[in-house]
Structures are given as C-alpha cells and as structure tokens.
C-alpha cells in the first residue's frame, strides 16, 4: 500500500489493522471445521464453496451487523461527528456516501458470500476446540488446520477479501465508532490529501466492512474470521459461480479455487502449501477416517500425509 493508503486503512479498520499486525506477527494459524463430507470435498476438488450470509447458520449474520451500524451511524455522536468530518472535505459528501450505501444495501444482503474459519491456537493443535465440535460437523466432524499466509497478502487482485470478526453490540460497535471518528478529528490532513473520492471510498468500505465481519457477542468463543466476495461489487476471473445443493436446498456458491494463481490474487494456496494438519473430531468411526484422509492428501499431493492427521481425544458423544 502507499503512505496514505496504509494509514487510512489502519484508521477506518483499526480493529482488523491490529489483528492482522497480531496474526502476522505470531504466525498464527487458522483452522476449518465443518463436517467429513464437506472436508473431503474440499481436499477432491481443491476448492472452498463461498455461500450467501443468508443460509449461513447464523441466520442474522448481515442484519446483527447493519442493526449496530445503523444505530452508530444514525443515533450516536460518533457518526455525526464522522458525517460532519466528510463535509468538511467536500459539502454534501456524507449525503453522498449515504445514498451510495443505501443503493447497495439490498445487494450486500442479498450477494454477499463468506467462507468462515477460526483462529487455530496452539493449546487445541491435538485434539481441537470442544465448543466447535459440537456446533460444526455433526456426528463426523472434521478439522482442517491452514497457514495464515493466503489471508495476511495485500492485494485485491483476486475481489475477495480477508477480516476478523468483531463481536459486538450496538452500544459496543457505537464506542469503536466514536474512536474512528476521534482519530479522524486529529488526521484532518490525511483526509484533505484523500481527497472527496478517496475518502468517500475508505468509509464506505468501512461501513460494509463492519456490517458484514460484525457478530452477536455470543459467538466470541468461535474466533473467527471470514473471507468475503461480492461479485457484483468486484468480480474475480479465478471465483466460479455455481448452482449446488446444500443440505437439500439448491443455491447459489461461489467457488474459491485451491490453486496458485498470483495473476488472480491466489498465492500458497494450493493443498501443500495451504493445508498443515487435519484434526479428525470426536466420532465412532476415527479409524476409518483417517485412513481416507491420508489418501485424500496423497492423492492431493500434500507431502508427509501419515504425519499431517491428528485423532482428537475429546471424549464427546454424540446423541
């Protein structure tokens, strides 16, 4: 990023800024859990499928989200101060920026796709997070542990785009506002060198940025962070739309490919660079999943296969 770029992104995203520095910096991994079925598709077909936020498990995953945006920017100090901040710049701007986002709401909450993992830390690298195995994958769950890099690159070349997730309330995203608009205060010269078009772009992303990567403070525990695509906002040459079914339903996906393709933004994603270790969860049938992963990942070309799976040893039943 130039200069500027860099700081506008670490003042309108101060949170994923200080998270990204985090991951970067203790070279953390992430990690996947869904079910064996999902898992073994994944490593087959070298491709994670992005699904709309709406059939996501968290059935308010983009209207908990608007819900804390629309009190902040609506009702509280921080998104007046942010409005008439934008107006200093250019009269009329925070009007403009509103009616843009307002243009683009129906689609965000109708055309957005996440794919979700989770912070993998080091206490859960044998056995996995017990909390997880009970939400994700049913009876034959299964967890696929990855290195950071895919998330912590700087490009926009591939459309889709990397951020944690900020577990918040409408009065807890409204205090994170009112620093954006502190810190905006006190960088008035930043923003005149933006300029109007600029800006209006940094704080638009901003705002769909934390409607889409804001959840209910009662999933904190998952920790997670999502890769996001639009495509009708960017669309990426490497990202496949398709129709499949998903637990009966047909809808509509969006496929990621597990390929190196710096041309299109994918770098170290393919399986033997991408995939470290795959945790088996708590089930009767360990043995015989483990014996089709490791040629699952043979068959993928992930070298040391016998050595990158792990049987987790969480007594969980499953009723």
């Not at 055309?111 to 909390?131: A, P, Q």
């Not at 997880?132 to 009876?139: D, I, K, Q």
């Not at 990621?256 to 994603?269: F, I, Q, R, S, T």
Request: with cysteine; charged share 20%.
């Amino acid at each position: 990023m130039a200069p500027d770029d860099l700081q506008a992104f670490t003042l309108f995203h101060p949170y994923a800024a200080e998270r990204l520095d985090d991951a970067e910096r203790e070279r953390r991994r992430f990690v996947h859990y869904t079910s064996a079925d999902v898992a073994m598709s994944i490593i087959k077909n070298r491709s994670v499928w992005m699904r709309n936020a709406m059939t996501m498990n968290d059935f308010s995953e983009i209207q908990h989200g608007f819900k804390c945006l629309a009190y902040a920017w609506g009702q509280d100090e921080g998104g007046k101060q942010i409005k008439g901040l934008l107006d200093e710049v250019q009269p009329g701007l925070a009007q403009v920026l509103e009616n843009q986002f307002d243009g683009w709401l129906p689609n965000f909450q109708a055309r957005t796709y996440v794919t979700c993992i989770s912070e993998h830390r080091d206490e859960e690298n044998e056995h996995g997070r017990l909390s997880m195995w009970r939400a994700y994958g049913g009876t034959s769950g299964v967890a696929l542990v990855i290195n950071s890099g895919p998330f912590m690159s700087n490009n926009d070349k591939s459309a889709a785009y990397s951020s944690p997730v900020a577990y918040l309330s409408p009065e807890s995203f409204a205090a994170q506002m009112r620093q954006i608009a502190e810190t905006m205060a006190a960088s008035r010269p930043l923003l005149a060198r933006l300029g109007a078009t600029a800006l209006q772009g940094h704080v638009f992303s901003m705002l769909t940025t934390a409607m889409v990567c804001t959840k209910h403070p009662g999933f904190g525990e998952e920790l997670e962070w999502r890769v996001v695509y639009n495509p009708d906002l960017s669309r990426s040459a490497a990202i496949v739309e398709a129709v499949e079914t998903v637990r009966g339903v047909p809808q509509i996906v969006q496929k990621l490919p597990l390929v190196n393709d710096p041309d299109n933004g994918l770098e170290g994603a393919a399986l033997p660079d991408l995939l470290e270790k795959v945790i088996i969860g708590p089930t009767d049938h360990q043995t015989s999943l483990r014996h089709a992963f490791v040629a699952l990942l043979q068959e993928a070309g992930v070298p040391n296969a016998h050595e990158r799976i792990t049987i987790s040893g969480i007594p969980l039943r499953h009723s």
